[in-house]
């Protein structure tokens, strides 16, 4: 299990309900480990692109970046997936022979279409080979199939031809190495009784006892030590369809290794449990800890196909998967399980808060600039590389977005610097790719409320109030009077549901750089904002662009005001 921080994913990731900058600084940054040492890192999203965004990977020529939901190591992530397993028809010999080559104390069983029928462990295989009572019939009896015991004991079929089927008869052993006159009794008595047709007769070279055995009807001689028949009874055999096998082995061993052709299906614990390949492991260790099994079969969630199989010993200290996470650096607005997860590094251009933690020291790159593709872009020219056209492209298109295209009070020197640098690598002019960019989809024109609300929608705590603020921006606010009404519906409903000191939607015209700002929560937090009120929940914000730099901040002020 040592390779199992190799094999798991290594994924760049912004915040939910992903912007152009989360998804494109994403893109960029997975692109820039992929050529310094990280062949498996990979972007991805934990949230719907807008849009706008789906836009810029439709110029660049990129795919979107792979949806995630939940960083948790699963079951079907850790499993071992070359896997030990065995038939309900094999043998206990086939069985052993895996179990002992491969080194493991318990197999699954699986049928004709690969789910799983059981768990078999060495105790089970006991069973097959000592009968649960040493005394009378049971000892005596075996339920094998003749096929399975001529290949267990790879004997040469001389007689009528054995069964090709691996249908199970109940035989009844009879060693003949007592006297001639025990054993002719015995096969009399089996006469009478109308069993003598189950009998399988095992000797060595005893002529005798062969004849007595054809004579008699029973319905199979095995003859040990390498002995052979007489061509007379060998006849007689054929005549009678009596299956006659000659084996190398002695009596003694023979014996033994028959119950080693009987199948497994027979101790099959009906009783195990089985796990489902998304199932994540912290829930399983509190699932399975006071369980007897030991070895559980992780299974297709779709068609319950036998995935791999995981034990106790796994769940001690399962594998993480390794996460980069830009553009944020809170647990609050991070993928579901991020804490469960292995953070390796952070870029970002916020402020500092929430529990992000690691276990060793990170990578952490946060600078006041107007945007993490800003920072991405950087790391590239710092290391002498350069980004393909398309991350280029996506890179330019995520400090566009966040910085206003360079006219946001957020925006610096360096994202000046490497919009220009990108612009050039991209073969784009950045003025007429931002006013595409803005040009696409207006959410306020045709978006439900969830997209408009839930575009780009940060959570954030601050003295112990919980915020949201989610912004879209737009060319012109001719769409909003129609939606007013319904936006603070669904406003109101988060709230309640989320349970928000304060949600805010911050509808900005980049055009006019003028926000207008709808909010719901606490009155008293309302009443503290800095901002003209046009009714209860309505707010101008001339001059008002940036989440960051403008309303955030106020909010806290406001939060401030609100505690006096």
């Not at 033994?256 to 994540?280: A, K, M």
């Not at 003028?514 to 009155?523: C, D, E, Q, T």
């Not at 009443?527 to 001059?543: V, W």
Request: hydrophobic share 40%; with cysteine; charged share 25%.
């Amino acid at each position: 299990m040592e390779n199992w921080k190799s094999d798991l994913p290594f994924y760049v990731i912004g915040h939910r309900n992903p912007d152009t900058d989360a998804i494109c600084s994403a893109i960029g940054h997975a692109a820039l480990l992929r050529l310094t040492g990280e062949p498996s890192a990979t972007a991805a999203r934990c949230g719907e692109i807008t849009l706008r965004t789906a836009w810029v990977l439709q110029e660049a020529g990129l795919d979107a970046p792979v949806l995630i939901d939940d960083v948790r190591t699963t079951a079907g992530m850790m499993c071992r997936r070359d896997v030990v397993k065995v038939l309900p028809h094999d043998t206990f010999l086939t069985a052993y022979q895996r179990m002992v080559e491969a080194g493991v104390r318990a197999v699954p069983v699986v049928d004709e279409e690969n789910k799983v029928a059981g768990i078999l462990r060495y105790l089970d295989l006991l069973e097959l080979l000592v009968p649960a009572q040493t005394e009378g019939i049971a000892v005596r009896t075996v339920q094998v199939a003749l096929k399975n015991m001529a290949s267990t004991l790879n004997a040469e079929n001389i007689g009528a031809t054995c069964p090709e089927s691996e249908d199970e008869e109940n035989l009844i052993i009879l060693v003949g190495a007592s006297s001639q006159d025990t054993v002719e009794k015995r096969l009399q008595k089996a006469c009478e009784d109308g069993t003598i047709g189950r009998f399988l007769v095992i000797c060595g070279d005893r002529p005798y006892v062969h004849k007595m055995a054809i004579d008699s009807g029973v319905r199979a001689l095995l003859i040990t030590g390498g002995y052979s028949i007489d061509p007379v009874l060998e006849k007689l055999a054929r005549e009678k369809n009596i299956c006659v096998l000659m084996a190398k082995q002695d009596t003694a061993s023979c014996t033994t290794l028959i119950r080693c052709s009987r199948t497994v299906r027979h101790v099959l614990d009906s009783g195990f449990i089985n796990v489902s390949e998304h199932e994540p492991v912290s829930l399983l260790k509190k699932r399975l800890t006071t369980t007897a099994q030991e070895l559980f079969p992780v299974v297709d969630s779709d068609d319950e196909q036998l995935l791999g199989v995981v034990s106790k010993s796994d769940l001690i200290n399962p594998p993480r998967l390794r996460l980069a996470l830009v553009d944020h650096n809170e647990y609050a607005q991070a993928v579901r399980g991020v804490e469960e997860a292995e953070i390796v590094e952070v870029i970002d251009h916020h402020r500092l808060a929430g529990n992000l933690v690691s276990r060793e020291p990170i990578r952490y790159l946060n600078e006041p600039v107007g945007s993490t593709s800003t920072l991405v872009a950087r790391k590239f020219s710092h290391r002498d590389l350069t980004p393909a056209p398309g991350v280029s492209l996506c890179l330019l298109a995520g400090i566009v977005s966040d910085t206003l295209n360079l006219t946001s009070p957020t925006t610096t020197d360096l994202d000046r610097d490497m919009l220009i640098w990108l612009a050039g690598l991209a073969g784009v002019d950045a003025a007429e790719f931002t006013r595409k960019f803005f040009a696409i989809g207006s959410l306020l024109a045709n978006g439900s409320v969830d997209d408009i609300v839930n575009a780009d929608r940060k959570e954030f705590s601050d003295d112990g109030l919980k915020i949201s603020i989610a912004q879209v921006e737009e060319l012109g606010m001719e769409a909003l009077p129609a939606r007013e009404e319904e936006l603070l519906q669904h406003l109101s409903h988060l709230a309640d549901k989320e349970r928000l000191d304060l949600i805010c939607l911050v509808i900005t015209d980049v055009t006019e750089h003028f926000s207008h700002i709808l909010a719901v929560g606490n009155p008293t937090l309302m009443d503290a904002l800095p901002y003209q009120r046009i009714h209860e929940h309505s707010f101008s914000a001339p001059g008002v662009v940036s989440r960051k730099k403008q309303i955030f901040p106020a909010v806290c002020q406001a939060i401030r005001m609100a505690r006096r």
